[in-house]
């Protein structure tokens, strides 16, 4: 099963892969200014070696200091994570998970947003025909 990075990863875990898939690569430094309240340079780099540990990150040197980068791509993460969440809360079923957000009041879906989706239900709908 593909790696959930919701499921795997701490809070500052997943702060710091956030601050690497906007920066596309960062620092400590450039991660320390990116995140909320953040702990210390040397938190930072354990952080950064856990994640490469489980393969989140890769990093590469850059004369004293050392760049680091998401090992997958944002959407790849967000695909995987997706999927996650519909096997465990929806069945696997995307039209349920979509119903439970359309249900909540709290979603505030407008109606460009819901044109949006139904161009993407019926472009599906020719790739599959």
């Not at 096997?87 to 460009?112: I, K, Q, Y």
Request: aromatic fraction near 4%.
């Amino acid at each position: 099963m593909a790696k959930d990075i919701n499921q795997e990863l701490s809070r500052r875990e997943r702060q710091i892969m956030i601050a690497l898939f906007r920066h596309g690569t960062a620092s400590v430094k450039e991660i320390a200014e990116a995140i909320p309240d953040p702990p210390s340079d040397t938190a930072i780099r354990t952080f950064l070696r856990i994640l490469e540990d489980k393969g989140f990150v890769k990093r590469q040197r850059d004369g004293r200091k050392h760049i680091y980068r998401p090992s997958m791509s944002r959407a790849r993460a967000a695909r995987n994570a997706l999927t996650s969440v519909l096997g465990t809360f929806f069945e696997g079923s995307l039209g349920e998970a979509v119903a439970a957000h359309l249900a909540d009041p709290a979603a505030n879906v407008d109606r460009a947003e819901l044109d949006r989706l139904r161009q993407m239900i019926d472009d599906a709908r020719k790739e599959t025909t």
